[in-house]
């Protein structure tokens, strides 16, 4: 399993004896938007290319944090 797969905050989940939660990508994309989100210009009046916009930015810099901590790592 790839470490962006792996859970962030994980629960046991003792019925199915597996770990459950948001991966890694999940929350650190989830960071990165409220970042984004919290400069009210970004939203102020959005049209759906700025959405997408700020949704493709998150994703891209989730994944950019997770490659350099995957760097750090090895």
């Given at each position: 399993?790839?470490?962006?797969?792996?859970?962030?905050m994980?629960?046991y989940?003792v019925?199915?004896?597996?770990l459950?939660?948001?991966?890694?990508?999940?929350?650190?994309?989830k960071a990165?938007?409220?970042?984004l989100?919290s400069n009210?210009s970004?939203?102020?009046?959005?049209?759906?290319?700025?959405?997408?916009?700020?949704?493709?930015t998150?994703?891209?810099v989730a994944?950019?944090?997770?490659?350099?901590?995957?760097k750090?790592?090895?």
């Open positions: 399993m790839d470490n962006k797969d792996m859970p962030a994980p629960v989940h019925a199915d004896y597996k459950m939660g948001l991966t890694k990508l999940e929350d650190f994309t990165a938007m409220q970042g989100l009210i970004m939203i102020d009046g959005a049209t759906e290319s700025q959405i997408a916009r700020i949704k493709y998150s994703i891209l994944e950019s944090v997770l490659a350099e901590l995957d750090a790592s090895k």
